[in-house]
Structures are given as C-alpha cells and as structure tokens.
C-alpha cells in the first residue's frame, strides 16, 4: 500500500505537468493565429509626381498646368478609394500633386524626407496599418519604396512618364503584392497626347 502512494503521486504530476504543457501550447497557438489572421489589410496607393516645369538651374520647381491637371485627376481617380493617410516628399513637386486630393478629403499632408525611405515604410507599416495610404514621390523613390513595401524590384521610372500608379497590398499574412495602373492622360515621347483607360 505504501509503494502505491509515490506512483499514484508521480502520476498526478506527470498528468499536471502535461495538462499545463498543453494549455501553453494551444495559447501560443491561439496567439500566433489572431497576431496572424486578425491583422487587417493594408494598401498603399503611389504615384510619381505629376509633370513639372522644365527649369534646369531650378531644384525645386512647380508643377506644369499639365502636372496641375493631373493632381485635380487624382481627385476623380481616389476620392471614393478610402483613402486614410497622405504623404508627400519635401519638394513643391510632390506637394502639390497631392494637395487637391488632400482638400477634397479634408487630410493633412505628411511630409517625409525623400532620402529616408525605411522611416517612411516604418511609419506607413506601424502608424496605418489596415489604412489606405496615398503617397507621392519621385521616379527614383517609388520603385525603392515598393521595394520595402513588398519586395518586389521594378526598375526606375522612365523620365517622361507621369501616369503610373502602384498599390501596394499587404495582406494579412505579411505577404504584399504590387498592381501597376495608369491614370490620366499619358504623354507620348513626341509630345502627342492620347487618354489612357482610368482605373
């Protein structure tokens, strides 16, 4: 009887042990999937800077009428997107290709320094996320930002080229995809001017 008594014990043991084991076990897993499949989707939405007057001792100069132009499009394209953040580099340039948009919504423009791009994606990561974000930058930056983003590698914007839009997607998971549009009115090298299909 009295050798009984230690195995019984070593049994209740082994039994709580494991009991506990496993309770640590599905709350990690209980855990890990909400920090998963709770986190809500995130776009971003980006475009380079709309066209800009052709001032080579200027380094800062405004936008064309049709760079003006296509910053009031941007009002049609994304009024209804949901937008819920807007950014913008330090220069007139991308300032003012999103200023109409940044009215019309009644949103602040948040400026971001256009040489600091992984402060921009901790922000755009951490500050808005499950938001719908709209940002305008260079021809340079916007390929580098996507690249943060998601990972993905597209090559520097061509010069000429005005009308790109990217959104950025991240999903629940972590993983992000990148969809290429055009909005606007395109401009061909020769100057001709045709209107593209808007999103």
């Not at 076990?25 to 971003?44: D, H």
């Amino acid at each position: 009887m009295a050798a009984e008594q230690p195995d019984f014990r070593t049994r209740t043991r082994t039994i709580v042990v494991f009991s506990l084991l496993f309770a640590v076990f599905a709350a990690v897993v209980v855990l890990v999937y909400l920090n998963t499949f709770s986190r809500p989707l995130t776009t971003i939405i980006l475009v380079r800077h709309a066209e800009k007057n052709i001032e080579p001792t200027n380094p800062n100069p405004d936008l064309s009428p049709a760079g003006r132009a296509r910053a009031e499009e941007l009002v049609r394209v994304l009024r209804n997107a949901g937008v819920t953040a807007i950014y913008a580099t330090q220069y007139g340039r991308t300032q003012q290709t999103v200023q109409p948009l940044a009215t019309a919504l009644g949103l602040p423009v948040r400026n971001v320094d256009s040489g600091n791009t992984a402060e921009l994606v901790r922000q755009i990561t951490l500050d808005h996320r499950g938001g719908v974000v709209f940002l305008a930058g260079h021809n340079n930056t916007v390929p580098e930002i996507i690249k943060a983003l998601s990972g993905e590698s597209l090559p520097t914007i061509p010069e000429t080229e005005y009308d790109n839009m990217f959104v950025v997607t991240i999903y629940q998971s972590g993983r992000a995809k990148t969809t290429r549009l055009k909005y606007g009115v395109a401009e061909a090298a020769t100057g001709n001017q045709q209107m593209m299909v808007k999103p």
